[in-house]
């Protein structure tokens, strides 16, 4: 595995590979990685001539009171996972190598950021937005994988390829799970062992509003309120959020009908999870 460091040096060698007539897929990260990313991994191998990671955790997109400094953090660990898991080249830039000066542009994320995440972490998605223009540009991947636990993540991207021409195909991969039905994150480790025992509920909080809907409940409030007191009634956790939209225009719904997002963040005492179920419901 080739590891580089310069945003200069990364550039110029993915030009050279596309001179070269090859194909690459790129999965951005920011470490710690687990087998969610690199299920992104596998799939970008397959689709790809060459496969890129980036490791970079970026502090645009952590608020003043979240956890940037906490943010869990093991390169040498990441080197070996990635190299096994067949990663062709590793971008693994310094944070002065990506924010070498004061920028002169702000990126504004107006649409799909006003609900979910984008609601309870203002400037968020600014910061991801930001970078992956940045990382984009650096890399000139043709495919780009993100995982789905991040749907508003996938949306935001959707539209940030679409409104700026990137000549780039997103690829979302399903969200890897525990056995137990947790989603994957590099934040798992967070939780105290009661509330990782607990974790599992939330998934299985949406697997009971998904079941509401697919009996027919079309009121997003009741689907709401069925995962609200499960996950009240079964964990610790203090919910964030709990919403039902469409997708991947993440507007609110009266009636759930067509392409469906159920999602939620809670938070427990060191770390706030999020998970999702997308449904396609046709009356
Ligand atoms: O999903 C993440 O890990 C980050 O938001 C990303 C896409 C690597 C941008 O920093």
Known sequence: MEIITSSKAMQERALQLKKQGYSIGFAPTMGFLHEGHLKLVTQSLQENDVSVMSIFVNPLQFGPNEDFEAYPRDVERDKKLAENAGVNILFLPERTEIYPNEPSFEINVKNR???LCGRSRPGHFNGVATILIKLFNIILPDHVYFGMKDAQQVAVVDSLIKDFNFPIELIPVETEREEDGLARSSRNVYLSDEERSQAPHLYKGLQ???EAIKKGEVNPSSV???????IKTNTNGKIDYIEILSFPNLDTLEQI???IIIALAVKFS?????DNIILEIHS
């Open 270 to 274: 060191k770390a706030r999870l999020i």
């Open 257 to 259: 009908h067509g392409k």
């Open 113 to 115: 950021t006003g609900v």
């Open 224 to 230: 709401i309120h069925i995962i609200e007191n499960y």
């Open 208 to 210: 009971k509003g998904s």
